[in-house]
């Protein structure tokens, strides 16, 4: 009876600190591009669109290293921006559309439809590589001393 009386104090115990719980584990952020990367997000406010693209955006530049993007407010940009040419929301790397889309003529602005759905964070990570792949690296900053 002595013996049962320990099992449950020891269980009750671990119970109330926790401390028989596994703790989730911390994923350390991964390496998923080889040198900094920084996108920028047209987005248009209160658009759902803008907001998942986002939230997707987020979850990116948590989950990986050398990542990390700005948002823009299409309302926010002067008429003569290229950057209107895309309509909003549109990620872009370098000034180009991460997939593909081409600039049309800026007559102001728009919104942007997706076929069904905001590209997935793996879409927009897999464009993103491919874009990094494809383009030459930024000349590194030297001084001379």
Same mark, same amino acid.
């Given at each position: 009876?002595?013996r049962q009386?320990?099992?449950?104090? &020891?269980?009750?115990?671990?119970?109330? +600190?926790?401390?028989?719980?596994?703790?989730?584990?911390q994923?350390?952020?991964?390496p998923?591009?080889s040198r900094?990367v920084? %996108? %920028?997000?047209? #987005?248009?406010p209160d658009?759902s669109?803008?907001?998942k693209?986002?939230?997707r955006?987020q979850?990116?530049?948590?989950?990986y290293?050398?990542?990390?993007?700005i948002d823009?407010d &299409?309302?926010?940009?002067?008429?003569?921006?290229p950057?209107?040419?895309?309509?909003?929301? +549109?990620?872009?790397?370098k =000034?180009?559309?991460?997939? =593909?889309?081409?600039?049309?003529?800026v007559?102001?602005?728009?919104?942007? +439809?997706?076929?069904? &759905? %905001?590209?997935?964070?793996n879409?927009?990570?897999? #464009?993103?590589?491919?874009? &990094?792949?494809?383009?030459?690296?930024?000349?590194?900053?030297? +001084?001379?001393?």
């Amino acid at each position: 009876m002595k013996r049962q009386f320990q099992i449950l104090s &020891v269980s009750m115990a671990c119970l109330l +600190t926790g401390a028989c719980m596994q703790q989730p584990k911390q994923r350390a952020p991964r390496p998923a591009f080889s040198r900094p990367v920084k %996108v %920028v997000m047209i #987005s248009m406010p209160d658009s759902s669109a803008s907001l998942k693209m986002r939230s997707r955006l987020q979850a990116i530049a948590h989950e990986y290293q050398n990542f990390s993007y700005i948002d823009i407010d &299409v309302l926010l940009l002067p008429d003569d921006d290229p950057r209107l040419a895309y309509g909003a929301p +549109t990620i872009l790397y370098k =000034g180009k559309d991460i997939f =593909g889309k081409e600039p049309r003529k800026v007559d102001g602005i728009s919104s942007r +439809t997706y076929d069904d &759905v %905001v590209p997935s964070e793996n879409e927009i990570v897999k #464009s993103i590589q491919k874009m &990094v792949h494809q383009s030459k690296p930024e000349p590194s900053k030297t +001084t001379d001393d």
